[in-house]
């Protein structure tokens, strides 16, 4: 009898490459892997050639890191990309060319209409056979879509006005050490040093994240808007949003509002994110959710939610998950894992 | 000849006093009062037991900090307030039995229909000869009701959705102390304390500020609703907040989507605000007010002035201020300052 084979003809131990291995949510996506148990015949961490060499720690055994290059996805069934965007495009084709199935965190390929955005509890069915990448959504829009669509089905979306507070280590290791440094500086009365963000992080929110467009949106927001009604498959969602980066190391938060075609009470909108295995919802008001208590967690957490009278069918919702985790290398991973073979 | 009098019978040089002169806003009151050159006979600082016997420069004056009681009112013209609401509403009424004007920066008499509640480029004209307390706004309201006069004149206001980011200068000066603390304990791997704030404030965001009621907003969330719709006469005005504290010291930001009846394009709305004296404006999308670049300053700060194509003339805008300044001590002199007679 031959291997079981799961959805895109994926092994059911098949052979993982991380590429970006070494980053904040490359070295994630290695400890979710060992986390979810996820099985595997061999286990390749790449990276570029800075890193070549390091060793990390997966189950029982040592992994050796080893540069991203053409060869490396020789044989490989699997490749999570943990990458810049210059990177994945480079390296991604190529992946698929060695016939690896491509999970990207990347934004390279989201946009692309035959490339599927998933969050697995939202739109697993978006991924077909034939496919051979498939891109994970921007952090702040994985942790949106899910409370979107729970509501959508229920009373359907009208228009959805979302703030942001991002931590800062959806910019990656040097943005946590700023942030880090630049607090120290302040008390030691040193000069601030500025380079991962436009601005000082330490002490100040910035409403930038990534670049400017000429709308005047940054590309942030952009994302949000775009990646949400791609995933919900609403593509004319009537939706703005505002990002801002907070001083804060680890985990995302926003603030939501919501109008809806039909009534929903608070309570009835707690009852219906409370039955989505993905969410953790606080439904007393004294009780939320914040980027301190999400960190190192997987569910998004969903608390203040409440009328708000100035619009008929509106709410107030504030929605918090670890940017690292759900927001980036645990969606990945739990795209493999529905991709894997059944038994 | 005799002295001119201002508004209210104010004399050109009063007899003021300063209670709870020692806080965080009293203190930016005593700094104002000498910035802004406000003519005085007198300047009297009142603060608890505590305090008393504290020097404080005024000037080219030392002036000795007085015991906050009934008979320190006594011969004062004005009395400005920058206590707790307890100590607003035993000591304001005894201000006002000796004589005096109170011009009072807490909540509790704020939104009393026959007290006027002004922010003087807003709606000075709301203050009668015949009033004795003025009240102070709630300082993220402060910062908003010019930037929402302006629009509603031109373009009618349909609805606002606010998103705070209030520093923690807001809750005095423990609250100062706590971030400060807590940052150097993270830091120190000590033991964090929370007394100021009801979580850790330090590298985290609490999206409660003051105490929750019934309907799950918080009192600071009302306040902004209420007391917009009290300044801009707008009893019905649709509005609804979200108040979140951040970790920043100085200056509150607000994230603030704004629906009008009539169209408005960004460049038009730079073009309605910058004719106001009170605010500065940004209107090239690369550059925008911060709380880092606001703290010391006077004017209320907008940019990141963005149509938004969720509904009908919608905009999002990005408010900054400083909370102590204008959002507290600055308005409270102001509103002083216009009192006196002009020469």
């Known amino acids: 009898m031959g291997d079981f084979l799961g959805k895109m003809g994926m092994k059911s131990k098949p052979v993982i490459a991380i590429a970006g291995a070494t980053g904040v949510v490359g070295n994630e996506m290695l400890a979710v892997l060992e986390q979810l148990n996820i099985p595997c015949s061999e286990l390749r961490l790449l990276a570029s050639k800075d890193s070549v060499g390091e060793l990390y720690k997966f189950?029982?055994?040592?992994?050796?890191?080893?540069?991203?290059?053409?060869?490396?996805?020789?044989?490989?069934?699997?490749?999570?990309?943990?990458?810049?965007?210059?990177?994945?495009?480079?390296?991604?084709?190529?992946?698929?060319?060695?016939?690896?199935?491509?999970?990207?965190?990347?934004?390279?390929?989201?946009?692309?209409?035959?490339?599927?955005?998933?969050?697995?509890?939202?739109?697993?069915?978006?991924?077909?056979?034939?496919?051979?990448?498939?891109?994970?959504?921007?952090?702040?829009?994985?942790?949106?879509?899910?409370?979107?669509q729970a509501i959508h089905q229920a009373a359907g979306l009208r228009r959805v006005v979302v703030t942001t507070f991002q931590s800062v280590s959806g910019a990656g290791k040097a943005a946590l050490d700023e942030l880090w440094d630049q607090t120290l500086a302040i008390f030691n009365q040193r000069e601030i040093k500025i380079e991962a963000f436009p601005h000082q992080i330490a002490f100040n929110c910035i409403p930038q994240i990534d670049v400017l467009m000429d709308d005047g949106y940054t590309r942030e927001e952009f994302k949000i808007i775009q990646e949400s009604r791609k995933i919900l498959g609403l593509a004319n969602l009537k939706i703005t949003a505002t990002a801002v980066r907070v001083p804060v190391f680890h985990g995302h938060a926003g603030s939501v509002n919501v109008e809806t075609e039909k009534p929903l009470s608070p309570k009835e909108v707690s009852e219906i994110l409370s039955k989505r295995s993905e969410l953790a919802v606080f439904s007393e008001a004294a009780d939320y959710p914040m980027q301190l208590s999400v960190a190192g967690t997987d569910a998004i957490q969903v608390g203040r939610i409440r009328r708000d009278d100035s619009a008929p069918n509106a709410l107030n919702l504030w929605i918090v998950a670890d940017n690292i985790r759900k927001g980036a290398a645990l969606n990945a991973v739990q795209i493999l894992q529905r991709l894997l073979p059944q038994h």
Chains 1, 2 share one sequence.
């Open 59 to 148: 189950h029982s055994d040592e992994i050796r890191v080893e540069q991203l290059d053409g060869a490396a996805f020789e044989g490989a069934d699997v490749a999570l990309f943990a990458t810049s965007n210059d990177l994945a495009r480079e390296f991604v084709p190529l992946a698929v060319e060695a016939g690896a199935v491509v999970i990207d965190n990347s934004s390279a390929f989201r946009l692309q209409p035959e490339i599927p955005l998933v969050v697995p509890e939202v739109n697993f069915e978006a991924i077909k056979s034939s496919d051979r990448i498939i891109a994970n959504p921007n952090c702040s829009t994985i942790q949106l879509v899910p409370v979107l």
